[in-house]
């Protein structure tokens, strides 16, 4: 009996992953893309100097980008959903009755 030799697919379970970005962090690159054309067009007819609101998308967008990649790396696919879980989470738990621990009878 021959061994067969398969190719293993290494990318399953893996997080997407964009230019560096991974996970959810692309849906939120998009997004803020999204928000800062939104603000642009805003600015524009508002009357603010095209090359005025150029500059201010410009830096908009580099301080975006580098915040996302910042917690793309620290957090990665699920450390921030952990993050932000970890809040919700009571640091103490009171109880002025041993009732909630005994058996009914």
Do not use: D
Request: with cysteine; hydrophobic share 50%.
């Amino acid at each position: 009996m021959a061994n067969s030799v398969y190719q293993i697919n290494k990318g399953i379970n893996k997080p997407i992953e964009f230019k560096g970005l991974k996970a959810q962090y692309i849906w939120y690159f998009g997004g803020g893309v999204v928000a800062l054309l939104l603000f642009f067009v805003i600015l524009y007819i508002i009357g603010v100097p095209s090359l005025v609101c150029l500059g201010i998308i410009l830096a908009a967008g580099i301080l975006m980008t580098m915040k996302l990649y910042r917690l793309s790396n620290t957090y990665g696919q699920f450390g921030m959903m952990k993050k932000l879980a970890r809040h919700r989470v009571p640091h103490v738990v009171k109880s002025n009755s041993r009732a909630v621990f005994l058996p009914k009878e």
